[in-house]
């Protein structure tokens, strides 16, 4: 099957009529149909198929137990009303990649390995990479058990009611063992290839970012009747603290986003007892993002204390500065600049990824494949057609150079 059949396949799937952006959120429908597809991709190759105590899939040509596995793939969740090409594009191009290997008479040396991370977005249940997280033992079964959705739909009953045995979840050395080198495709998020007018791109680095809950509570009331010296209104910190976290960033070269919000009781005429905002910052480096983050809070609690707020912060997630493995990144710019003549541009990004959670446990690197608009986690994310089929071919050379030696 081409890529073109293959993602037109699958782009239907978890596709919003009303938005044009996407929902494949973790361990709902749209999901199982997307791990569906991608079981049907494995097996009409003739590839093993299996899915890990995490519910990561994998399909393996060889034998996993040989070692020192060449492993490639992404993720197929998407955030809400996402963009088509975050996570799918490297699924398909890895499917692709190896079709097109198998049309060279490429003779693999080391087993091969495409893989689908589950909920690598987080969207439904607040945590980026949990299922590349859970592998690596970043995040316990403990801390995964307690996890909810906005429904309160705890993470092991949402895998239960999806067919998975919540039971299992945890760290899995063993499988790392397996793995020599993890290569993942994705679009890029921004614009940097745009900019220098190449197709495809090797990541250098990603920054350091981080998840953190604010809960700004404050005192319900009506909202016609209440004097505004009366008010405890939790609305008014939170706002204040958008416009810090803006300030902050500019200043430090960084990026800082509220871009979730919960309020209660959630009336157009009630004043909201509780404001309860999420925080996403990412930064160059460790020290600036830190600097960044405090900044913000504290603004946040100067404002929380004139308005009479109470504020709780917490840390829900946080990834070091990912330098991907310099052999192998170099490795890969080596195969690419021979095959084009001419040097590959390499990048860093802010954005996480599952490549960058697996850097603690096996050699990985990335590639990037154009995106024009530089927009993502969007419906206005895309990528052209030929830079896709450029991206396949480039994973394709890559897999070549690593797995048939």
Request: charged residues 20%.
């Given at each position: 099957m081409s890529f073109h059949s293959m993602w037109a396949e699958l782009l239907p799937v978890g596709r919003s009529s009303a938005s044009g952006g996407y929902r494949r959120f973790a361990w709902t429908g749209a999901d199982a149909d997307c791990r569906a597809w991608f079981k049907d991709q494995a097996e009409s190759r003739g590839l093993a198929y299996e899915?890990?105590?995490?519910?990561?899939?994998?399909?393996?040509?060889?034998?996993?137990?040989?070692?020192?596995?060449?492993?490639?793939?992404?993720?197929?969740?998407?955030?809400?009303?996402?963009?088509?090409?975050?996570?799918?594009?490297?699924?398909?191009?890895?499917?692709?990649?190896?079709?097109?290997?198998?049309g060279r008479g490429a003779r693999f040396t080391r087993p091969l390995a495409i893989a689908n991370f589950g909920d690598e977005e987080?969207?439904?249940?607040?945590?980026?990479?949990?299922?590349?997280?859970?592998?690596?033992?970043q995040l316990t079964a403990e801390q995964a058990h307690r996890l909810t959705d906005a429904d309160g739909v705890t993470l092991p009953q949402a895998m239960e009611r999806a067919g998975y045995d919540p039971s299992r979840l945890g760290p899995d050395p063993e499988r790392l063992a397996r793995i020599g080198a993890f290569v993942e495709l994705h679009v890029e998020q921004g614009r940097a290839l745009d900019l220098s007018g190449d197709a495809v791109g090797v990541a250098s680095a990603i920054w350091p970012h981080g998840r953190w809950r604010f809960d700004f509570r404050g005192e319900a009331n009506h909202a016609g009747t209440t004097r505004l010296v009366d008010r405890r209104d939790p609305?008014?910190?939170?706002?204040?603290?958008?416009?810090?976290?803006?300030?902050?960033?500019?200043?430090?070269?960084?990026?800082?986003?509220?871009?979730?919000?919960?309020?209660?009781?959630?009336?157009?005429?009630?004043i909201p007892s509780l404001v309860r905002a999420w925080l996403d910052s990412r930064a160059p480096d460790e020290p600036t993002l830190d600097t960044v983050v405090t900044g913000i809070e504290k603004a946040a609690?100067?404002?929380?204390?004139?308005y009479g707020v109470e504020l709780a912060v917490s840390r829900e997630s946080f990834t070091p500065v990912v330098e991907f493995e310099h052999a192998l990144r170099d490795e890969l710019t080596r195969i690419l600049g021979e095959k084009a003549g001419r040097p590959v541009p390499v990048l860093g990004t802010g954005a996480g990824h599952d490549a960058g959670i697996l850097s603690a446990a096996v050699p990985t690197a990335m590639l990037f494949v154009r995106n024009?608009?530089?927009?993502?986690?969007?419906?206005?994310?895309?990528?052209?057609?030929?830079?896709?089929?450029?991206g396949v071919t480039a994973l394709a050379d890559v897999l070549e150079g690593l797995a048939c030696k």
């Open positions: 899915v890990d105590r995490n519910g990561n899939q994998w399909a393996w040509l060889g034998d996993p137990a040989a070692g020192d596995a060449v492993v490639t793939g992404s993720h197929l969740d998407s955030v809400p009303d996402g963009g088509a090409f975050d996570g799918p594009l490297g699924v398909v191009s890895s499917f692709a990649a190896l079709d097109e290997l198998r987080g969207a439904r249940f607040g945590i980026a990479c949990a299922g590349s997280r859970l592998t690596t033992g609305m008014l910190p939170y706002a204040e603290a958008v416009l810090a976290a803006r300030g902050e960033a500019e200043r430090a070269g960084a990026v800082a986003t509220f871009g979730k919000i919960s309020v209660e009781p959630n009336g157009v005429n009630a609690r100067g404002h929380a204390a004139t024009p608009t530089g927009v993502s986690h969007s419906p206005a994310e895309f990528a052209a057609e030929d830079d896709c089929v450029t």
